[in-house]
């Protein structure tokens, strides 16, 4: 049963364009929801995180987008480069638990 | 700080030969433990996941198994491998019970099995 569905399975922008990952779940007893980066051959890194408590969280260029009564969240990307190529996967966990559930992943590809 | 260690870094292995994959963690106590399967490099599917030495929760059926003999030691094994065992296995961490739980992710085996 999949939890957390993720949308698209793959992305091509150009440099400087805007990257956008969405996230879909069911469970409403999902309450930390991060995203991973990862680059081929290399284990996914956490990039950024957001709880239901806010609808929008920033890192540089990176910001999740939360909107709770939808039950979805996005990743954007701005001014993308070349070097964020790579797979993106979101993810979702239970407070009560220590389980994350992760979506399909989507491969970014950000041409120069 | 803390790091985590996977090794062997690939393994090529025939059909029906054991397989044991090895994880390490160094500088936290009490850590989450988990084993990852990724095939294709897409879908990160969660195998086990253990809170504590000898505690040890499946999540798929299948003809692979995990150990936990020490705090910080984590075990994938095989009695006898598979075609379909073929991928990139990951060992994650993290600590606590609830909250934000970070999971972090180590480097990877790549496991073909031939």
């Known amino acids: 049963q999949q939890q957390v569905k993720q949308s698209p399975q793959s992305l091509i922008v150009q440099k400087g364009g805007i990257s956008i990952i969405n996230c879909a779940y069911e469970?409403?007893?999902?309450?930390?929801f991060p995203w991973y980066q990862q680059f081929p051959g290399k284990g996914p890194a956490l990039l950024i995180a957001?709880?239901?408590?806010?609808s929008e969280k920033k890192e540089g260029r990176f910001t999740i987008s939360f909107n709770k009564s939808a039950k979805q969240f996005s990743l954007h990307i701005m001014d993308s480069q070349p070097g964020d190529s790579a797979t993106y996967f979101c993810a979702a966990k239970e407070t009560s638990g220590s389980r994350l559930t992760f979506g399909e992943g989507t491969q970014l590809t950000v041409n120069p | 700080s803390q790091t985590i260690h996977q090794w062997p870094a690939t393994l090529v292995q025939p059909v029906g030969s054991p397989l044991s994959l090895e994880c390490t963690v160094e500088g936290t106590s009490n850590p989450n433990l988990y084993w990852y399967r990724q095939a294709a490099g897409r879908g990160l599917q969660l195998l086990f996941y253990s809170v504590g030495i000898g505690q040890i929760s499946s999540e798929v059926p299948q003809n692979l198994s995990a150990s936990r003999p020490q705090d910080r030691q984590f075990i994938l094994s095989s009695k006898k491998l598979l075609l379909s065992d073929s991928g990139f296995y990951l060992c994650a961490w993290s600590v606590g019970r609830v909250g934000d739980n970070e999971q972090f992710f180590g480097p990877g085996t790549r496991l073909t099995v031939l």
């Open positions: 957001i709880r239901p408590d806010v």
């Open positions: 469970n409403t007893a999902f309450d930390y």
